[in-house]
């Protein structure tokens, strides 16, 4: 079984793929499973992430990439791009800070129409992690040439409310807390905040440069976007998830009763699976490049992909 996937990921080309931005390319990497496979786009999560899923503020374990090759192996093909602004796509607009959710939804459809062209697939399936849940979301709220959406580690809730959650789980926080509440409210009303004010440690978080964009992005409802989504829905949520909670899953859920679940006990935010409750090995994993994919995630997104194709 190991040398035949191995022999399809093999098999599967890497493809690279550009499409128009609004001053330059977006570029990705399509891996073509071959002639009438399904197409997967991966939409990826929040910050400077980039299409293998890696991240300059602490996540080099490429679960993208690894997860396109585990999609590979079951004979879906897939496209995963750097965002606009960002690493390969950097001439797409001059300032990757000037954007909102809704650009991030336009380059999704935009990606589903060239993959169309690509491949001659009738539909795309979307795939989005975390941040790439909503843009998903967004995108699907138009539903023309998307097959259905695939949630992973997705909020569930405002981002406010997420936001909290997680300032008031760690405990290092506790004396800078009040501010970064502070600094939240002000946000969710529109407004503002000089970061110069702020206390050291929460200036990037809160930094000139990324408030319009958490301006937007705070007020994105995820049950309002899921309840309106007409196409297939699956959702998968990590039980050992530090930045998402199982509660997000169910708020989906929720609102779209007809969606399908699926928790795997032990996976967390990048998808790795992780042993026991420690913080620090939970953190461990988002480094480590020898750990596979979570098998139920690959399983579930294929048997998903494939009963609705």
């Not at 001659?120 to 992690?129: K, P």
């Not at 976007?225 to 530090?242: C, F, M, T, Y």
């Amino acid at each position: 079984m190991f040398s035949i996937a191995l022999a399809a990921v093999a098999a599967a080309a890497a493809v690279p793929m550009t499409i128009p931005g609004p001053s330059g390319p977006i570029a990705g990497t399509f891996l073509d499973a071959g002639k009438g496979a399904p197409v997967v786009l991966m939409i990826p999560g929040s910050g400077p992430t980039n299409r293998d899923g890696n991240n300059p503020m602490g996540v080099t374990a490429a679960p993208y990439r690894m997860l396109a090759e585990a999609l590979a192996a079951n004979g879906i093909s897939s496209l995963r791009a750097d965002k606009r602004g960002i690493f390969g796509s950097k001439a797409a607009i001059p300032d990757a800070n000037k954007v909102t959710i809704g650009d991030y939804a336009t380059d999704a459809r935009n990606w589903v129409a060239a993959l169309r062209k690509q491949t001659g697939a009738s539909c795309v399936w979307l795939l989005g992690h975390s941040e790439g849940g909503l843009v998903a979301l967004s995108a699907a709220q138009n539903p023309a040439d998307i097959c259905g959406v695939i949630l992973v580690a997705t909020p569930g809730r405002k981002l406010g409310v997420v936001m909290r959650e997680q300032l008031r789980a760690n405990p290092a926080n506790a004396p800078i807390l009040q501010p970064a509440l502070a600094a939240l409210d002000k946000l969710e009303a529109g407004k503002t905040v000089d970061p110069a004010t702020l206390p050291a440690p929460l200036q990037p978080l809160f930094g000139a440069q990324v408030q319009g964009f958490l301006i937007d992005l705070l007020a994105i409802d995820p049950p309002a976007l899921a309840a309106k989504v007409s196409l297939p829905l699956l959702i998968v949520q990590g039980g050992r998830d530090l930045q998402v909670s199982t509660a997000d899953a169910q708020e989906l859920l929720q609102a779209r009763p007809k969606s399908k679940l699926v928790e795997p006990v032990a996976m967390n935010h990048v998808m790795k699976d992780v042993l026991g409750d420690d913080r620090a090995t939970n953190l461990e994993a988002y480094l480590n490049l020898s750990l596979p994919v979570d098998r139920e995630l690959v399983e579930s997104v294929a048997a998903f992909v494939k009963a609705k194709n």
